[in-house]
């Protein structure tokens, strides 16, 4: 899902080569002798321009609904993420 938020923030000019990260985590059970992914949780990072705060939040309200990954697994993995963004002048 990161790729797919970099390249929304690249189209409103909002470089993320170095300004996008993310931490990722999740909940693995055991069912049947199985093990399954059960809950995945992003935890974003963004360095952004001043005066770009609507812009990535456009970014942010989007990127699921054109990331693949998300698409593919969104009804049987519980998906959640989260951003802290900082200003940079």
Do not use: F
């Not at 001043?50 to 609904?65: F, N, V």
């Amino acid at each position: 899902m990161l790729g797919t938020l970099s390249a929304a923030l690249d189209v409103r000019q909002i470089p993320s080569e170095e300004n996008a990260s993310a931490t990722v985590e999740g909940d693995i059970s055991e069912i049947d002798d199985v093990l399954q992914i059960r809950a995945i949780r992003i935890a974003y990072q963004l360095s952004i321009p001043a005066g770009k705060r609507e812009q990535t939040a456009r970014a942010m309200e989007t990127h699921a609904d054109k990331c693949p990954a998300y698409q593919s697994v969104k009804n049987c993995i519980d998906v959640s993420w989260t951003v802290v963004i900082t200003e940079i002048p």
